[in-house]
């Protein structure tokens, strides 16, 4: 039985050296720090964390790649990163590497710390980098691939901003036309000794019903956003909007080349670092951010694992359009997979340039002609019984 201290992040990494030093833990716990002058007021700290987007991540991928290329040592080029890091988060992450690094362990061992905010993939990559002296190219890759994906995101994103604009501020004035414009025109309608228009009818009844019962309305619509939002959340609910979410009118095609292009280039990556096809698959799997996706990933690669081909693994879905089809046979026939593939992501990443653009061109008129009938409506709901009572007045 032997007894020590070890400087380490976290307890996995202890057991991992002490596994290497030929010793078997038993137990690992953090030493507690006593401090000979304790105050008895307790004390609190506050701190804002910035979250670490994209663009960090695609900063360090591109700086990895420039020091890689011109030859400075791993340590040491990390080091300096971590001085210059505008996010204090990231920067602390950084901090974490170097330490590591400093105890011994690889590259993708100290990224894998720190898995929100590089994927399995990413930490795949590096892993494969790192073991044939690809580093420089593999981290090219990734900034390349996280650049494309940061594009694609703020395109889609850009397109239904608009939309989402227009439908909220419709939605709130409508709340207000029926909640305070309504009324004020019922009370000069009730003076009116005439049957009142159907659209007027309709108008005031929506109001007076928005009117009485306008807590249990607000109260039924947030449940029913909670509830709904609690079923996203679940794996079943989750996976059922994922799959029918690409089959949406409009926003169905974008979100579909999305989902092909990242499977695409990501699996066309991984293939060409020399990742076996079954691991990459696994690798990509991991990385898409869709449910229905991954289920279509996985059928792939149990396929792959019992012996089909690549190409007659994804027929077994419908992960591709027929024309990507073709090319993954050809590719798979002629040993240049990876390369189609990459044509592949290219074709898709334009379908997803003129999805973007056709959905914004398709949301505009949709949407005014949506606002024109509703304007007609309170416009006949509103003015036609004053019309109708100036006829009368003029007869």
Known sequence: MVAGIRAANDPSAVASELFSDGLIPIDISPRKQHSPQQSSIPTFNFEFTQKVDSNDLIQFSRQMRTLTKSGVPLLEGLKGLTKHARNKTFRKI???????LEAGRDLATSLNQHPKVFSLFYIGLIKVGESSGQLEEIFGQLCYYLEREQRTRKQVKSALRYPSFVILALGVAMTIINLFVI?????????????????TRILLGISNFTVAYWPWLLTGV???????NRFLQTETGKRAWDRRKMQLPLVGPVLYNVTMARFSRLFAIGYRAGVPTISALKMVGKAMDNLYAQDQVLTIRVAVEKGQSFSNAVQMTNIFDPLALQMVTVGEASGAL????????????????????????????ILTIFMGIMVLILALGVFLPMWDLGGAAMH
């Not at 947030?222 to 709904?228: A, E, F, K, M």
């Not at 997803?352 to 056709?358: G, I, Q, R, S």
């Open 222 to 228: 947030t449940l029913l956003v909670l509830l709904i």
């Open 338 to 365: 990876d390369d189609l593939l990459h044509e592949i992501a290219d074709y898709t990443d334009q379908e997803v340039e003129y999805a973007v653009d056709a959905l914004a061109a398709a949301i505009e008129p």
């Open 183 to 199: 009324p004020a025109f019922a009370r000069v309608f009730e003076s009116f000794d005439t049957e009142l228009p159907i659209f």
């Open 94 to 100: 950084l901090n974490d590497i170097v330490i590591s």
